[in-house]
C-alpha cells in the first residue's frame, strides 16, 4: 500500500551501513552545510542510519561484519536477492572467521535482526515530505542503500531518490538505471555543486523529465555523464572493484 504525501522543499540525507559505528559520515555533514549555505529556505535532514542498524543488532556483531567488505554487502544481498540465498550465503561463509560471533550467528539470523533494525528505521520517518532522498554509497554500502531504497520506493513511488558517492565516481551507469529502477538520479564525482544545483532545479519544478542537464547528474533519460573528478583515488578504485564483484554475485 502507497503512502500520501505532504511534500515540501526538506531534503534527506542518509548514509546506510556498514560504515565503522564510532565514525560519523564526513559526507553527509558536508553536504548537509553546502546545502543550507545555498538554499536557507530548506531543511536538510542527515541521518547515520547504521548507527540505528548497530544499536538495534549489536555493537560487537555490527563491528565485526562491517570490518570485511563481503561479509557486509552479503547480508542485505541476501535480503534484496532471496533467490540466490545459497549462493549468497557460500560467499558470506569464506569470509567468516571460525570462533566469531558471525560464525555463532549464522547469515539467516543475522538477516533475520539487520531487517528487523533496518524496516524500523524506513518506518520511523515520514519519507512523504521531503522533495528528495539522497543516500550516500560507498565502500560496503551498496546492498544496503538499495535494500531501504526498494523498501522506501515501494510506499512511496513519487518521492525522487538520489544516490551517489565514491562507488559513482566517474563510473557509467545506464545499466544501473535498469537493474535498479527504484532510483531516479546518480549523482557522478564530488557531490556538493551538482546535488545543489538539482535541488535547486527541484525546487522549481519537482518534475525530473523537465530538469536541465546538469553536470555530474545521471539520469535515465540523460545517461551521458560529464566526470566532475580529476583522478580517482585508491578508496575510489577499491570501491569500483566491490561494486563490480557485486554486480557478478547477482
Known sequence: MT?????????????????????????????????????????????????????????????????????????????????????????FNRQVSPGSIIKKTGLKKIMSVVKKATDAFISQRNWGNYLLAGFSVSLCQMTSALYVIKRVKQKFPELIIVIGGSTFSGSTTPDFFKLFTEIDVVVNGEGELPFSQLVGCLKASPVLSELPRIRGIVTARTTNIDDASNGISADEKSDRASAAGLRRLF
Not at 555533514?29 to 547504521?50: C, M, N, R, T
Open 3 to 91: 503512502a500520501t504525501y505532504n511534500k515540501t522543499n526538506d531534503v534527506a540525507l542518509i548514509s546506510t551501513p556498514w560504515p565503522l559505528y564510532s565514525r560519523p559520515s564526513i559526507q553527509l555533514g558536508a553536504i548537509k552545510a553546502y546545502l543550507q549555505s545555498k538554499h536557507p529556505d530548506i531543511e536538510v535532514h542527515s541521518d547515520h542510519a547504521y548507527l540505528k542498524i548497530a544499536a538495534g543488532i549489536g555493537y560487537q556483531l555490527y563491528h565485526e561484519i562491517s570490518e570485511r567488505t563481503w561479509l557486509a554487502e552479503a547480508v542485505y544481498a541476501a535480503l534484496l536477492f532471496p533467490q540466490r540465498f545459497e549462493k549468497i550465503e557460500r560467499v
